[in-house]
């Protein structure tokens, strides 16, 4: 009988072999496998997330779309295609094909003859917004609650503790944009790209609506309650709760911009 010692790959192999040919009637066959793990580097756990490149003409739709949402182009004025090149440093071809894009998305209109106009939020542009961000934002509520993440919770959570920062400016501009980062948070977390793209188009609308909705708030007390209402209703997995909550949310919305009560109901009506 004789033993055989063998290693390779992190496997230790130990052989006790009684005949040259082993069979059936040799009971001096004893092979023993001895595994052990592998030793290596734990994986490196990601902490920044991969760059995206950008064409020229879709960083130009964002700083437009960036310019629009400010206010550094009020609705209804023009855009014209030698100052944005001036002012942007880029030729006309790419710029031409982002505000092609930006009135694709409603954000531009084009006048026959006249040219490109940043689109004017009068009241049926309000009113139209709203049923799309109503529609948009309550079946996102609804994704986020079907996924049941503690993380989107956590996020929407400390998106109403931002907003707290402000509850003495209920009316300010960071308040305004505190509001409009936990809808966005809110878009994010239900994982659908339709629903982002949607989302992010509505947005730029919605803080144009936002300076006119400028004084309409007297107490931030009240404006960050019934955003934490929404929070609580999505922790809880209360479908229900979280719809009627942001059906009456968009209500009051469109109440404070154009102080239309049927229209605000319309918005109620619209429940499944």
Do not use: W
Request: charged share 25%.
């Amino acid at each position: 009988m004789r033993a055989i010692h063998g290693k390779k790959e992190g496997m230790t192999v130990t052989m006790k072999v009684g005949a040259e040919t082993p069979g059936p009637e040799d009971p001096g066959i004893d092979r023993t496998v001895v595994h052990q793990p592998k030793r290596g580097k734990s994986p490196r756990r990601r902490v920044l997330s991969p760059l995206v490149q950008e064409s020229t003409p879709a960083i130009i739709a964002r700083k437009l779309h960036d310019a629009i949402a400010n206010g550094d182009f009020a609705p209804g004025s023009q855009l014209t295609e030698s100052g944005l090149a001036a002012d942007l440093g880029v030729s006309r071809g790419p710029l031409r094909e982002a505000m092609q894009r930006l009135t694709a998305e409603g954000l531009l209109v084009s006048h026959r003859n006249r040219g490109l106009f940043v689109v004017s939020m009068e009241d049926d542009d309000i009113r139209d917004m709203y049923v799309a961000r109503t529609a948009v934002e309550r079946a996102a509520a609804q994704q986020v609650i079907a996924h049941r993440e503690q993380e989107a919770v956590q996020a929407l959570g400390e998106a109403v503790d931002a907003m707290r920062d402000f509850i003495e400016e209920p009316n300010g501009a960071g308040m305004a944009e505190a509001d409009m980062a936990f809808h966005q948070t809110l878009v994010e977390y239900a994982g659908s790209q339709r629903l982002s793209r949607l989302h992010e188009t509505i947005l730029v609308e919605t803080r144009m609506c936002l300076r006119a909705m400028r004084g309409t708030y007297s107490s931030g007390k009240d404006r960050i309650d019934e955003h934490q209402a929404l929070v609580d209703a999505i922790a809880a997995g209360d479908a229900a709760a979280a719809d009627a909550l942001m059906i009456e949310h968009m209500a009051d919305g469109l109440r404070r911009l154009i102080g239309d009560g049927e229209d605000a109901a319309n918005l109620q009506v619209a429940r499944g």
